[in-house]
Each structure stands twice: as C-alpha cells, then as structure tokens.
C-alpha cells in the first residue's frame, strides 16, 4: 500500500513564484546592462532637425518628445529618433520632457552616442534608469525571497505531515476546536490582510512616485520631498505589523497536529483539510459525510500523449496571446513575454503533473447524450444566458464605440447609463426569475451553475460601474473635469 | 493528490485569460491596432475551439473539468473584462 503524500501544488505555487521572482531580475540586470553599456559608445556631434512637444490625448494623457536629429558616421549620415534607450520618446517623464524639448531646439547641435557596431543605433541622453530597473529588481527579488521562505516552511512542514498522513490511525484521529476560535482567526487574518495590504499598496504608490519619474540627474527631474520615502518604510512597517498580528490572531485556528489553517469550510466536512484528522467541534462531533466513489487522482509520473497535447495546446494560446500584447507596447521590450512565456509554462507543468478532483458535480459521462433525454432541454438555459447578457452587451456596444472614436462620456449619457443600466439589470432579474420558477413548476432540469452566477456577476459589476460612472456624473456636475 | 478546491484550475485559468482578451480587445480597439486585435481576439476564438475539439474526444471533459463550464464563465468573464476596460477607457478617455 502506498503512503499518502502531501499535495506538491503548494510547492509548486512557490517554485512558480521563485522562477517569477528571479526571471523579473534576469530581465532587469539584463535591460540595466544593456543601458549602461551606451555610456561607453562613441560620441559624434549631430543636429536637431525636429523638435516638439507633442500632447498625446486619451485616458493617460501625457506629453511626449518628437525629436528628430541626424548624425555623420564613417562618411553615413544617419538619422534617428531615439532620446535613450530607457525611453525612446521620454513618453510621461514630465518634467524631462518639457526640459529636453526646451533645451534641444531645431536647429541646435547635440552629442550623439552611437553604437560602434550598429551605428544607425544612437541616443541623446546615454545611460540608464538606474531607479525604475533597481525598483523592479527589488520587487523581483521580495517575490523571490517570499518564495524561498515559503517552500522552505513547507519543506520542514512535510515529514511532520506525510507521517500524520501514513499514521494507521488517521481516521480514527480526533481533536477538539472551537469554531468562535476559528471564526475569530479567519475573520482577523482576513481583515489584516485588507487593512496591511492597503496600508502597503498607498504608502509604496506614495513613495515610489519618484522611482516612475526618470534619472534624478536630467533637467527637470522630479526631487523627492524630504519625507517621502520614509513615509513609504512607516506605511511598509505599520503594514507588516498589521498582518503580523492578523497571523499571530490565525493561529487559533490552526490544527494542532499539522499547524493547517482551518476555516469555516470544516463545520462542514469536520475534518483538517492538512492531516484528515476528525475535529470535534465545542463537544460535539460532525456527523460523517457519506463516503464518495471519487478516487482522489495520483500525481502524473511519466509521459500521456494525450495529456501532454491537452495541457501544451491549452497554454500556447496565452502565451501567444501574451507575445501579441508584447509587441502593441515597444516600451516595455520583449522581457515581458519572456516573463509570460515562463510563468505560463511553468503552469502548464503544473497542470500536466497535478490533475484536479473531479468535482462532485462534475458528471463522469459528461457530454454524452443521455437515452431518452429529449436535446430541447438545453435550450430554455441558453436563452436564459442570453437574456442575462443583453443589458452588458448594450452597454458594452455604445462604450466600444466611444473607445474607437477616443471620445468620453458626456453628461446625458452618464445619466442614462446610470438610470438605464440598473433599471435594465431589474428587468432582466425578473423575466429570469419567471422563467427559473416556469421551469421548476414544469419539473425541467435545472439551469447550469453558470446561468445564476452570471446573473450574480452581473449584479456585481453592475453595481460596481452604476456606482462608478455615478461618481463621474457627480464629478461633472460639481464642475470638475 | 492535488485538489482543485484550493489551487488554479485549467477553467479558472481560462477565464483570466478571457478576462484579459476582453481587457486586451479595448486597448487595441482604442489604439486603432485593427490586426493586432484580430489576431488577439482570434486566438482567445482558437483557444476556445481547441477546449471544444479535444472535449469531445474525451466525453465533453478537458482536463478533468466539463468542457461546458470553460465555455460557461468564459463568455462572462471575456465580457467583464470588455466592460471594465471600456468604462475605463470611456471615463478617463
């Protein structure tokens, strides 16, 4: 008989995480290397041709640099666009911007630093944005390190686990909790990591600003205030204290014997979803649930044709996807798919080795047509779906329109969108419900789990953008842009 | 033994990368980037259409999941991520 094993998926997660963590690092040394290796190139004098300041509309309206200057190299006269190699344009550098156009007027001469073994390759402002790649590199390294402690737990966590696992007495094993105990711990871990995560997210967004600004050595570079970055250690300080007590408040929902978090899911099954063990909740003990036919699948050893052509198919079509993206946005460089391309292959690893458990809901003969069942069954559910998604696809065609044509939502249409689109999500609830009761009384099967969920969803978002284009028309009508 | 309760499933996976190509589409449409948004859009198509081909070679599951419930919370989440990205794009345009 074979031991049971712990699940690997959470060392998977970590190992997902470290590659993450350490592929953002590659990615930036690599970029920083490359910069600064254009402090070393030649320098030739060249003259401005072009040079403007160009407002670019939209949703993230920023100033950017159109320069265009040329050059003389070994007899070529060469001509480029490139300000530098962090920013080609210096597209939202503010500042840099608005100083580098005034500095560099048509017709003015410039240093040109030209790569000796591309010459058509060349930018005016040589170098790198040492900030922004050390910023992204210490974020690489933070996922990392996370990572590294995480496994490394779990790693001292595992012989403890597999021996309560292999333990002849596991079913039979019981502890005694209290669920106050453990709706207390969940509760405070949950509500420390809103509050210690928000606390995170304002004081680094705060303090980071400056890192987002460009080289503080370039004319008309943003100077951090004085207390700036000390605002962002006191807000990362307040917030690990925040989760720290969040976790310190966790461990009373702990199971004693593997130290796994026990939420309110076990009322339910009344057992430690870590180590099996029977918990006894306040004296009295869970009823046993009915045992399932569901074998619990093994981890993948080997190689299954089958599955290997599943899971490669099923992750070639994000990683291209993300490949696309890549190339509509030059500034970010290829590093990011690169990323993408790791991250969705490790996951496609993941998914190949650890098959899920079937849900219980999850018919075994799915598909297959059932004798005698008549196919018209089917089609009220789709109607249904049909029904839920018209107010969203509405909406959704005006809003893509707006979008093509790069305009915004006036006053009157924000009014409409704000009456119209909850009335229309009211209407939509009550013809379903009218159908979902028809349907009930007529003994018709019932509609699949993602019919009423969407309808939940919809009532999600739908509140959330009612509430939100509500505030744009307060905003408009209070005078502000 | 790997359960799917507490980990990312293929379907879950499958409707970030829906919500993403809805989130995508937006960006692309307000860049004007006619092709790159076909492209896009008709790989999230493919993907979906790769889900259905191996679904019915192996009764309607694809990795252990219906094939029905990719589709299911794929559209929904494809449309989210239209919705948001384009109120986005429609309120800060």
Redesign the interface.
Same mark, same amino acid.
């Given at each position: 008989m074979n031991a049971k094993q712990p699940s690997p998926a959470i060392k998977l997660v970590y190992v997902v995480g470290l590659l993450f963590g350490i592929g953002i690092i590659w990615w930036q040394a690599t970029q920083l290397q490359r910069e600064k290796a254009s402090l070393q190139w030649p320098v030739v004098t060249g003259k401005i041709l072009a040079s403007e300041l160009v407002y670019v509309p939209g949703r993230s309206s920023h100033y950017r640099a159109d320069i265009t200057y040329n050059y003389l190299v070994n007899g070529t006269r060469n001509t480029s666009h490139q300000i530098s190699l962090w920013s080609s344009d210096l597209s939202s550098y503010g500042g840099i911007t608005r100083a580098f156009v005034a500095n560099h007027t048509n017709g003015s001469p410039v240093n040109v630093y030209y790569d000796p073994e591309h010459p058509e390759a060349a930018v005016l402002i040589p170098g790198a944005d040492e900030k922004m790649d050390w910023l992204l590199m210490g974020m690489g390294g933070f996922c990392a390190l996370t990572s590294i402690g995480g496994l490394i737990a779990r790693l001292r966590k595992e012989p403890r686990l597999r021996a309560l696992l292999s333990d002849p007495a596991a079913e039979t094993r019981t502890i005694a909790m209290h669920k106050a105990d453990i709706i207390r711990g969940s509760n405070a871990l949950g509500v420390s990591i809103l509050l210690g995560g928000f606390t995170f997210v304002l004081s680094a967004a705060y303090s980071a600003i400056p890192y987002f600004s460009g080289p503080s050595n370039l004319p008309g570079a943003m100077v951090p205030a004085p207390g700036q970055w000390l605002a962002g250690v006191v807000g990362a300080i307040v917030a690990f204290f925040i989760v720290r007590y969040g976790i310190r408040q966790a461990h009373r929902a702990e199971c004693p014997l593997c130290g796994n978090f026990t939420n309110k899911a076990a009322f339910k099954t009344g057992r430690c979803e870590g180590c099996g063990t029977r918990i006894i909740f306040d004296g009295v003990p869970v009823p046993a649930a009915p045992p399932t036919d569901t074998p619990r699948p093994e981890v993948i050893r080997g190689f299954q044709k089958d599955r290997f052509i599943d899971v490669a198919g099923f992750m070639a079509f994000p990683i291209l996807f993300a490949c696309l993206c890549n190339a509509a946005e030059t500034r970010t460089g290829p590093g990011l798919a690169v990323l993408m391309t790791i991250l969705f292959s490790v996951m496609g690893g993941v998914f190949y080795f650890c098959p899920q458990t079937m849900d219980d809901k999850t018919p075994a003969t799915a598909g297959m047509a059932k004798a005698g069942e008549p196919e018209e069954k089917t089609q009220p559910h789709w109607l249904d779906f049909g029904i839920i998604l018209t107010p969203p696809v509405i909406l959704l065609s005006y809003l893509l329109y707006l979008v093509w044509f790069n305009q915004a939502l006036d006053t009157r249409s924000l009014v409409a969108i704000v009456i119209g689109f909850p009335l229309g999500l009211v209407a939509i609830t009550y013809i379903c419900k009218y159908r979902f009761i028809r349907d009930e009384k007529a003994k018709a099967p019932k509609p699949p789990a993602y019919v009423p969920l969407t309808l939940i969803a919809l009532w999600l978002g739908g509140t959330l953008i009612t509430v939100l284009f509500l505030a744009c028309l307060a905003f408009k009508l209070m005078g502000h842009k | &033994?790997? !359960?799917?309760? !507490?980990? +990312?499933? /293929?379907p879950v $996976?499958?409707c970030f $990368?829906s919500l993403? *190509?809805g989130a *995508?589409a937006?960006?692309?449409?307000?860049?004007?980037?006619v092709w790159?948004l076909a492209?896009?859009q008709a790989?999230?198509l493919?993907?979906l259409a %790769?889900?259905h081909v191996? *679904?019915?070679k !192996?009764?309607?599951? #694809?990795?252990?999941?219906?094939? *029905?419930?990719y589709f299911? %919370?794929c559209? /929904?989440f494809y449309? &989210?991520g239209? +919705?948001?990205a384009?109120?986005?794009?429609?309120? #800060?345009?």
């Open positions: - | &033994m790997a !359960n799917s309760r !507490n980990q +990312l499933s /293929p $996976f499958q $990368f993403g *190509a *995508a937006v960006w692309l449409l307000y860049r004007h980037q790159l492209a896009t790989i999230w493919l993907s %790769f889900i191996r *679904a019915k !192996n009764r309607g599951l #694809f990795l252990e999941a219906d094939a *029905a419930t299911g %919370f559209l /929904p449309l &989210m239209l +919705l948001l384009a109120c986005a794009g429609t309120i #800060f345009a």
